[in-house]
Each structure stands twice: as C-alpha cells, then as structure tokens.
C-alpha cells in the first residue's frame, strides 16, 4: 500500500520520489515543448530538473529540521503529486528558480524558533525573498512571512526589524550595479516586472480546473483538521505551524494577482500545502480513506492526460 510505504522516511523514498518527478519533469517537457534537441537545450533541461528536485530535498529538510510532520515521505511524495496534478507549473523556469529561494526563505523563517542567529537568519530570509522577487515579482510577499515570523517568535528588539532592509538593499545594490554594467534600462526592467491581473480566463482548460479544484479542496478539508489539531501542539511549536498556514494564504494571495496566469503560479502553494495535508493524513486513522485520497492525486493526472 502506498501510505504504509510512505509512511517512513527512507532512502528507498526519496529514491522513489526522484524517479517519478523524473518520469512527470520528462513527459511535460516532451508533450509541452517544441525544440530542437541539442546539447544546450538539454543541459537547460537538465538543470531545470535539479531545481526541481533540489526544491523537494529543501522542502523535506525544512520541515524534517523544525518537526513540521512526523517522520515520513508524506510531504516529499504530496509535493511532487501536486506538480503532477498541475504540470503547468514546470513549464516556467523562473518561477520554478523563485520558489527554490522561496523555500530557503522559509527555512530560515521556519527557525527562529530558536532565537539563535536571529539576525542572520533574517538577513538571509529578505535576501533570498529579494533575489526571487527579482524572478518573479509577487514573490515579494512573502515578506509578509518575515513580519509574521517576528510577531509570533516574539521578536522585539528594534535592530531585528530593520535586518531585513538591509537584505533587500543588499539585493538592490547588488542588481543595481550589474544592470549598469550591463546597459540594463532599470526603469523598464521594474515597469515590466510590476504588474497585476484578475483575468482568469487563461486558466480556463479542463487540465487546470479539475487540477486546482482537488488540490484546493483537499487543501481546504486538510485545513480544517490542521487549524484544529493546532492546539494539541506544544505552546513553542504552535507559531511555526501557523506561519505554514500564512504562507499558504500569500501563495494563494499570488496565484489571484498573478499577472500572467498558466498555472505555473501555483508552485508558491506546494510545500506548504504538503506540510498542512502531511499533518492530516498522520491523524487519518481509516488507512482506506488514507489510501484513497493519495490514489485520486495519482490517477488525476493520468485522467486529465486522457481529456
């Protein structure tokens, strides 16, 4: 059975996972994209993929490090569902290269917990932020993240608050220098970046409808049982388990405003949309209806293929 196989976090798991965000990173470029295959095309591929699966290593990390979920490969496994549920998200590399920095972001959000290297691990969260804000804008609110983090981990002291200005101007001064070295127009380079829409008729296809309706209702059902089961955690792990809750509202908060939306704005939801459906599947006593939920994200795909 499925849930029994990934209910521990093996080697053999993570194994399993690579192979098949393999076999889906494979079939989407295969099916989607129309270029002559050579060694620049495919090395591109290539390095596309390790973003990818860096990404789940990452998320497995975070969450392994600061004890979102038990021990198992629920959250790795969820992730790369969800991608093969909506592969449209493969489609765009920056959004893909934003996502990764996003979750080095809240690897560090994630650990103030500890109140150790306070400033540094702000410094490297608005850092990170910045650098995928570069990549994809609306990746920018994720600061919201960073004001969450401070008022939940009870940060108080003014020099905290002003460490992630100094991450962003960081980045600016950075980006600055090399678009002047580059002959970059900064002007339009932002006019360009900055932009905004409630068009949603591009998301229009029966793949991304049926996609995004299960994964936003198993989302919302998972939800519920993650909101109510927050109380039974420790009084010092309760704040990271709510700002897994804000990060998924920010990512939902980005797939409305979205500029241009194909789908591959719903990569910001993943992780922490895993990390709240891990922590619900962990407390699904009926193992059929466990089963059953991780058989309809596997065989949603192969059905909207067929469509």
């Known amino acids: 059975m499925i849930s029994n196989f990934f209910s521990q976090s093996k080697p053999i798991n993570f194994v399993v ?5 393999l076999i889906i990173f494979s079939i989407t470029k295969y099916v989607t994209l129309d270029i002559e295959l050579n060694t620049f095309s495919i090395v591109k591929q290539i390095l596309f993929f390790a973003v990818c699966l860096f990404s789940v290593f990452v998320l497995d990390f975070l969450v392994n490090k600061n004890n979102l979920t038990k021990k198992n490969s629920y959250k790795i496994l969820l ?8 592969p449209e998200t493969l489609l765009n590399s920056k959004t893909l290269i934003a996502n990764l920095f996003i979750l080095f972001a809240l690897r560090r959000i994630i650990s103030l917990r500890s109140k150790k290297d306070v400033k540094k691990k702000l410094f ?4 990170w932020i910045t650098i995928a804000s570069l990549l994809y804008f609306w990746s920018l609110l994720f600061f919201i993240l960073i004001i969450a983090a401070l008022i ?3 940060i108080t002291d003014v020099k905290n608050w002003l460490i992630p200005v100094l991450g962003i101007l960081t980045v600016a001064i950075i980006s600055a220098s090399i678009m002047i070295i580059l002959n970059v127009d900064i002007y339009n380079f932002f006019n360009e970046l900055i932009d905004i829409s ?3 008729s591009s998301l229009n296809s029966k793949r991304i409808i049926i996609g995004a309706t299960i994964l936003l209702s198993f989302g919302i ?3 519920f049982y993650y ?3 927050l109380k039974s955690k420790t009084k010092s792990s309760r704040p990271s388990f709510s700002l897994i809750v804000i990060a998924a509202i920010i990512a939902i908060s980005i797939v409305i405003i979205a500029p241009v939306k194909n789908g591959s704005e719903f990569i910001f939801l993943f992780a922490p949309l895993a990390i709240i459906m891990t922590n619900y599947l962990e407390v699904i006593s009926e193992k059929w209806f466990k089963e059953s939920l991780l058989w309809v994200l596997i065989l949603t795909p192969v059905i909207t293929l067929l469509l």
Do not use: G, P
């Open 17 to 21: 996972v690579s192979v098949m965000l």
């Open 79 to 86: 992730f790369v569902l969800f991608i093969a549920v909506l």
């Open 124 to 127: 490297d969260a608005a850092f």
């Open 152 to 154: 939940v981990y009870v």
């Open 198 to 200: 409630f068009d949603f």
């Open 221 to 223: 059902w998972s939800l």
């Open 227 to 229: 909101l109510k089961n």
